[in-house]
């Protein structure tokens, strides 16, 4: 029997629904079977094409040849200016165009607004696949003792995991997860019948950013930034979140 | 009448210049052909950004020019000429089971997603590209693309619906490879 709900999947993936059908979808499918691995198999496939159609960057000289046509195609309006600013344009564009392909270069590193929405929606699919998979981790344990060891030699980084005896939370496990070609740590708590999904990766700064709240396809989003690492945790409850958040924050210190 | 400046338009088109030329790479095949595709693009653009409506989208604005241009070129005319695939059925490539077959698809590497992206009528690549690796809303794709955000919607599922059949037959057809040698 065909869920009715198993055809709005696609639009739902997509981040096309207005926010009272994806409220009903985000609470439907966690139920469905169905619905859940058609959603697991709809981004999959948006991951794969995602990464495989960026394939191409655009070569350094393309850059100048378009800056170049740029300012030539400014040049009528800078009729009337002076004989020393004739001599002097074309190297201080030279100049100009340097600082703007330097500037424009670590940006291929860094995440940007475009970088970091395709960071979340990566994790967002990791942590749909961790909601529908039999076996969503690779080291099974509720012992923090025995989740952080599996980690060491596998990132270049460490970090610390809270003592969940006594709170609302118990560690699943964790397994080694990628994202944009950079490797991380993904820990799945249980939050009474909730999951969730905390992604740890080595930040690109040691500037220390607050915790930033946010919703992504229905999930609530909790990101900050600490001590040279960067968290991301997802999830479908939201206070259970932010008290996890604020026990991996302080066992994070330095 | 837009407000934009040229230095507006500097800040607005440099950051869309790798996608731009990653669409025009798909689209052209050769590198110099994109290289070519781009730079009138970008030209077409900041000579007609007093027709760009202030408050529209940008980006859909600038692939529209690319492929409007793409379309006028040689390679453009010829693909124009090309069968394009049936769009009818939104519903038609909606996955309603998990196969063992589908969950290959994890499995199946970047190369082999670009192969199988290549393979894809021009009508179903240019959708994918713009809505998965661009990110672009169906709204924004309609823009680009100029066409009904319907169309957009079954585009979409039937050129996922191909891209799935040529990952899984691709995948089937190096297993049997593999067990051969």
């Known amino acids: 029997m065909s869920c009715e709900f198993v055809k709005q999947v696609a639009l739902y993936a997509d981040d096309e629904m207005d926010r009272a059908d994806q409220e009903k979808m985000a609470a439907h499918i966690p139920g469905c079977m169905e619905c859940t691995s058609t959603l697991a198999n709809h981004l999959d496939l948006k991951k794969a094409v995602r990464i495989a159609g960026n394939k191409f960057s655009a070569p350094p000289d393309l850059h100048a040849a378009i800056f170049r046509q740029i300012r030539q195609d400014q040049t009528p309006q800078r009729q009337g200016v002076s004989a020393w600013w004739k001599w002097i344009s074309a190297p201080v564009t030279a100049v100009l165009f340097a600082v703007v392909v330097l500037l424009s270069l670590p940006q291929k590193n860094n995440l940007g607004k475009n970088g970091e929405e395709s960071l979340l929606a990566e994790l967002v699919d990791q942590h749909v696949v961790a909601l529908s998979s039999a076996n969503p981790v690779d080291v099974i344990s509720e012992d923090r003792h025995t989740v952080k060891p599996w980690f060491q030699g596998k990132l270049p980084y460490t970090f610390n995991l809270p003592e969940d005896k006594g709170s609302p939370f118990k560690l699943v496990g964790g397994k080694l997860t990628y994202a944009r070609q950079t490797a991380g740590a993904e820990l799945l708590y249980m939050a009474g019948q909730h999951k969730v999904s905390v992604f740890i990766y080595q930040a690109n700064s040691r500037q220390e950013k607050p915790l930033h709240k946010f919703r992504e396809l229905s999930f609530n989003c909790t990101h900050w930034q600490q001590n040279g690492l960067e968290f991301y945790m997802l999830t479908d409850a939201q206070d259970e979140a932010d008290r996890l958040a604020t026990m991996l924050q302080e066992v994070n210190r330095s | ?181």
């Not at chain 2, 790798?18 to 070519?36: H, I, S, T």
């Not at chain 2, 309603?96 to 894809?120: N, S």
Request: proline content about 3%; glycine content about 6%; overall charge negative.
């Open chain 2, 1 to 181: 009448m837009s407000g934009l400046q040229n230095k507006d338009f500097e800040k607005l088109a440099l950051p869309l210049l790798d996608p731009l030329y990653n669409f025009a790479r798909w689209l052209c095949g050769g590198p110099d052909e994109a290289r070519d595709l781009v730079q009138e693009t970008m030209i077409k653009a900041l000579r007609g950004i007093g027709s760009f409506r202030e408050g529209t989208n940008f980006r859909a604005w600038m692939f529209r020019i690319l492929r409007n241009t793409f379309l006028t070129s040689r390679t453009g005319l010829e693909r124009r000429n090309t069968e394009q695939e049936d769009e009818d059925g939104f519903e038609d490539s909606v996955v309603t089971h998990e196969t063992p077959e589908l969950t290959l698809i994890r499995r199946a590497d970047t190369e082999l997603v670009q192969r199988c992206i290549a393979l894809l009528p021009a009508n179903f690549q240019e959708v994918l590209l713009l809505a998965d690796v661009e990110e672009m809303k169906y709204q924004e794709v309609a823009e680009a693309l100029d066409i009904p955000v319907g169309t957009v919607m079954s585009r979409l599922a039937r050129a996922r619906g191909k891209l799935r059949e040529h990952v899984l037959e691709m995948m089937g057809t190096r297993k049997t490879q593999g067990i051969r040698a």
